[in-house]
């Protein structure tokens, strides 16, 4: 375990559902990350959250919605998705102002739009 | 702005042979320059890093990595190739004293490698 967890492991969505998933860490970290991984492309920075507020948006679409409650927790709300959303999703967490400190991340979510 | 190239998208290697995975990367300041693995369906583990100091680095599960600042590379490599180090090996660097501000980390697009009994 690398102290970030996510929840749920796996999800099946229909394009109209709503759904959220959640990222939760325990090492203290200040800033939080949300990643997607698609299959033969490279893995896309999100989101990025630093002691709570939002500092990037790289361009992504509105049916994703981040939010972070405080510096431990962090959620992407999901709505309206399409087929080509489903990919892995992954949390990171890490320590702003330590230049050299590594991101640690959760296992994923692996996301299945029908 | 950073950016991080591995040029190959597979590497097969026998078992017991030498590894290893190339890197190259681009910075406009100091490069902070990572390794992680994945396994299927799993997140990123982390391997190893270079901040500073000896260009070789040593990190988890008998990995090691050089920093050639004229090459601007940062290959990964291990001595003896087990099975078990099969997966999706991602490179990432950190553009540290820039003045540029960014402080996540770019990744590379991943090389798979396998390890062949």
């Known amino acids: 375990e690398t102290g970030v967890t996510q929840t749920p492991r796996h999800l099946v969505m229909g394009m109209t559902n709503k759904k959220s998933l959640k990222c939760e860490q325990h090492?203290?970290?200040?800033?939080m990350y949300w990643y997607k991984q698609s299959a033969k492309k490279p893995l896309e920075l999100m989101f990025v959250?630093?002691?709570?507020?939002?500092?990037e948006n790289n361009s992504v679409p509105s049916r994703f919605s981040p939010e972070c409650p405080n510096s431990s927790h962090l959620f992407l709300h999901l709505h309206t998705l399409q087929p080509e959303d489903s990919a892995l999703y992954l949390c990171?967490?890490?320590?702003?102002?330590?230049?050299?400190?590594?991101?640690?991340f959760g296992q994923g979510t692996r996301l299945t739009v029908v | 702005a950073q950016s991080v190239a591995q040029p190959e998208d597979q590497v097969n290697v026998a078992e017991g042979n030498p590894l290893t995975v190339k890197c190259t990367y681009s910075v406009s300041g100091n490069p902070y320059l990572f390794w992680y693995v994945q396994y299927p369906n799993r997140g990123l583990q982390f391997l190893l890093k270079?901040?500073?100091?000896?260009?070789l680095v040593k990190g988890s599960y008998g990995f090691e990595a050089e920093f050639n600042k004229s090459q601007t590379s940062f290959h990964l490599k291990k001595p003896s190739a087990l099975v078990s180090d099969s997966a999706l090996y991602f490179c990432?660097?950190?553009?540290?004293?820039?003045?540029?501000?960014?402080?996540?980390?770019?990744f590379g697009k991943g090389t798979k490698l396998s390890v062949i009994p």
């Open positions: 959250y630093n002691f709570k507020e939002q500092t």
């Open positions: 090492l203290g970290h200040n800033a």
């Open positions: 990432a660097v950190r553009d540290y004293g820039s003045g540029a501000g960014s402080y996540q980390l770019t």
């Open positions: 990171a967490s890490s320590q702003v102002g330590d230049g050299g400190a590594e991101a640690f």
């Open positions: 270079y901040i500073t100091g000896d260009n």
